[in-house]
């Protein structure tokens, strides 16, 4: 009876999970900055039992697809109006779980050093998705640029723009190739996180930038809404959420506020 008991104790040793291995979760991010941060998350996360795989991504719609059909656990590169965008065309059941940075958006030129030089006539590049583009303009109407229809919100189309003074030609550009297209167009606004890795600083190499007051563009982590409560969640956004990231943020991403 005892030699049987020991058997059946063995086996269950065996196939048992430890009681002590880490979760494993996977979450996705933007390339560039993001990374340096998510290194240290994954390593103060560990402390708290949980095994934080990082997953880069270099496009704003793969993420939240990846994390939809449950490819990735959480993600975390996008602001309110972006998701927002994302739940009203495509159906994600998608909320934030807590704030991480906000990253305020710049216009950048290789040709004019002010926003005054910018001349009539001239190409300005923005993003083409609906929340990135409608924050361009918004940037550009805030530096007298251009003018928008009262009541578009925070998402304003080229459609919207109802004065021009200055005749500008605004073009539609992947965010992600905004830098690159610098030497193509006048002017273009482009995203913290595209601009940085392209040797671009908010607030120095930038002729006009957003202002982080009352900013609604605060960047987050996501996760499945059916997922929000998970005991996970909350040791994840504990990881991010303290002073240690919080002055590495200020220490080594130019331009990015901590939103926490």
């Known amino acids: ?30 390339g560039g900055d993001a990374e340096i941060v998510w290194a240290k998350v994954k390593e ?11 997953v880069v ?4 719609l793969l993420p939240n697809a990846a994390l939809d ?7 975390a590169f996008q ?8 739940i009203k ?9 807590g704030e991480t940075i906000v990253a305020p958006i710049g216009l950048y030129s290789r040709t004019a050093k002010s926003v005054a030089e910018i001349k009539e006539g001239a190409s300005i590049g923005i993003p083409n998705d609906p929340s990135n583009g409608g924050r361009a303009l918004r940037l550009l109407q805030a530096e007298k640029l251009i003018e928008l229809k009262d009541g578009v919100g925070i998402l304003p189309t080229a459609l919207d723009v109802i004065a021009n003074p200055r005749k500008l030609r605004i073009r539609e550009i992947d965010a992600a190739q905004l830098p690159r297209s610098l030497d193509d167009v006048d002017a273009a606004v482009i995203n913290t996180n595209y601009a940085v890795p ?7 190499d930038s002729i006009a930038v957003e202002s982080s007051v009352n900013d609604p563009y605060n960047n987050f982590i996501a996760v499945r809404e059916k997922d929000k ?4 969640v909350a040791k994840l956004v504990r990881a991010y959420q303290n002073d240690t990231i919080r002055q590495i943020i200020k220490d080594k991403l130019p331009g990015q506020i901590p939103a926490f």
Do not use: C, E
């Open 1 to 30: 009876m005892r030699r049987r008991l020991f058997l059946v104790m063995a086996a269950f040793a065996l196939f048992a999970a430890p009681a002590s291995a880490d979760q494993k979760i996977k979450v996705g991010i933007s």
């Open 69 to 75: 059909v449950g490819d990735l656990d959480a993600n």
């Open 89 to 97: 065309t495509r159906g994600y059941k998608i909320v934030a779980v």
């Open 229 to 232: 409560d998970a005991p996970w």
């Open 79 to 86: 602001h309110k109006p972006f998701l927002d965008n994302q």
């Open 198 to 204: 392209a040797g671009l600083i908010p607030g120095k």
């Open 44 to 54: 103060i996360a560990a402390k708290d039992g949980l095994d934080v795989q990082v």
């Open 57 to 60: 991504f270099n496009d704003y």
